[in-house]
């Protein structure tokens, strides 16, 4: 009876124990009793990833699991610049060794637009494949994902699936073609996670097509691959695993999420935070406070470029699940409204910001946002990346979170703020419109923001330092 009863209080203390902060008070509560179908609100949350396999060395094996699955004839994606670097000439000698027949398309565009998905699409759309293999980073996989999605509904308009309000955003009902994912940088995740993203140039902002069906069957993750990665390559990739980590730690709770799904199959691919995806995103934050800094200075440190290429797959099965919010949402304008700026370390022909950078630059006034809602797990995100908080009150949290964000940018040399790109106060107006129809990640942000609040966050990322 003493232990029943001992049994009962530690369950009531650990109930007590949850997170008072209003974004996430119910988020440690999982089960509500009974479930009402009429609310608004959801009340359950999925998670879904690929398959990962990890090890140094181990793409050699794409040829055998090819094999395996019977596959007659293979489309192989990967860029220019990365078609002539040992992590395709690993996947070609392995499908060589193994007989696979395979055709390749080499012309996926850095950053992607509509327009270059739609030349992997017709690419994909002249041959019968029946597997796909992307080899390279987030662009790479995500114009793969577009491709196998595509060919799989040949009728299909482009805009079908791609997200609301730009897109119709259908429902993707058909088993699409097994897709194996080899990722050659340590940031986006792309591996874990049924997200497609591109640049949509009419409007210049980004937008994506988001959905279980189109993740990989399998991510192939040989942390060898990573050496390749020219020093600011590292740093922005890193930057997108940082925020991967922080946004969905912090987004608003599945069970706070609008509306509840009617069916199951309407439940989007980004939820808000729950207690699994916490977990992967809290992981991935203490391995990039300890390891990012060192992978970035020293190409050759295997074993920092190694665990950040964990931390992306991390972070990615977090996200790919909970979301993302503020910095992703208004990162798709800052990248889509380039002009003329050329990020350092990138070999290509067009201006580009690359997706990390424009994540970055924005988090010291986001999280300064949104600390208000949760202070409790802002202060815990800057104690892991290194912060002394045991002195600091909860209405500071944000301050303290900004300002640990802007002391690990520049010690990693990040550009000075949007102006240091190219951008000024004139064309804030322009970033504010090309966030606005990001409302399937900005909805996710634990703190409501309007219009105005928009302009001030763009306007205070101008300068970082």
């Known amino acids: 009876m003493a232990n029943r009863l001992r049994v009962a209080e530690l369950m009531r203390q650990l109930a007590n124990a949850a997170c008072r902060c209003p974004a996430h008070s119910h988020s440690h509560t999982y089960h509500q009793g009974k479930v009402c179908f009429s609310r608004t609100t959801d009340y359950a949350f999925e998670m879904a990833s690929s398959n990962i396999r990890y090890g140094e060395g181990v793409t050699r094996e794409i040829g055998m699991d090819l094999q395996n699955m019977g596959a007659r004839s293979v489309c192989l994606m990967t860029d220019k610049n990365l078609s002539r670097l040992p992590p395709v000439t690993a996947v070609l000698d392995s499908l ?8 390749c398309f080499d012309d996926v565009r850095v950053e992607p637009t509509d327009s270059s998905f739609q030349a992997a699409i017709d690419f994909a759309k002249k041959e019968e494949f029946d597997v796909f293999v992307a080899v390279g980073g987030g662009s790479v996989i995500d114009t793969c994902k577009a491709a196998n999605l595509y060919s799989c509904y040949p009728d299909a308009e482009f805009l079908d699936f791609v997200n609301a309000p730009i897109g119709k955003g259908k429902p ?13 940088t340590a940031g986006t995740g792309s591996e874990t996670t049924g997200v497609a993203i591109f640049d949509f140039e009419h409007l210049k902002a980004k937008t994506g097509i988001a959905s279980r069906a189109i993740r990989p069957t399998l ?11 020219p020093q600011r390559v590292a740093a922005n990739s890193g ?6 980590a922080l946004e969905s730690y912090t987004a608003l709770p599945y069970n706070q999420r609008s509306p509840c799904p009617p069916n199951p199959i309407n439940r989007p691919a980004y939820q808000g935070s729950n207690p699994v995806s916490d977990v992967w995103a809290r992981h991935a934050l203490k391995i990039v406070a300890k390891y990012m800094k060192r992978a970035v200075r020293d190409p050759e440190d295997v074993e920092a470029r190694s665990s950040m290429h964990l931390a992306s797959v991390f972070a990615g099965i977090g996200f790919g699940n909970a979301g993302v919010h503020l910095c992703h949402g208004m990162s798709y304008p ?10 350092r370390g990138y070999n290509v022909d067009h201006p580009v910001v690359p997706h990390g950078l424009s994540v970055v630059l924005t988090s010291p006034a986001v999280f300064s946002f949104t600390a208000s809602m949760c202070p409790e797990r802002h202060l815990e995100a800057a104690e892991i990346l290194g912060a002394n908080v045991c002195n600091v009150k909860r209405e500071d949290a944000g301050l303290v979170l900004a300002e640990t964000l802007r002391k690990f940018l520049y010690d990693l040399e990040v550009e000075d703020g949007l102006s240091a790109i190219g951008y000024t106060k004139e064309d804030v107006p322009s970033l504010v419109k090309g966030t606005i129809p990001q409302e399937r990640v900005t909805k996710l942000s634990p703190r409501t923001h309007t219009e105005e609040d928009l302009t001030h966050l763009f306007e205070a990322s101008m300068k970082l330092y």
């Open 96 to 103: 060589a060794k193994h007989g696979v027949k395979y055709k």
């Open 219 to 229: 991510g192939v993750v040989d942390p060898l691959h990573t050496l390749h990665m």
């Open 172 to 184: 993707i009902t058909k088993q699409l073609k097994p897709l194996i994912a080899v990722p050659t």
């Open 334 to 343: 800052i990248a889509g409204n380039v002009k003329t700026h050329k990020a």
């Open 239 to 244: 930057f997108d695993v940082l925020c991967h």
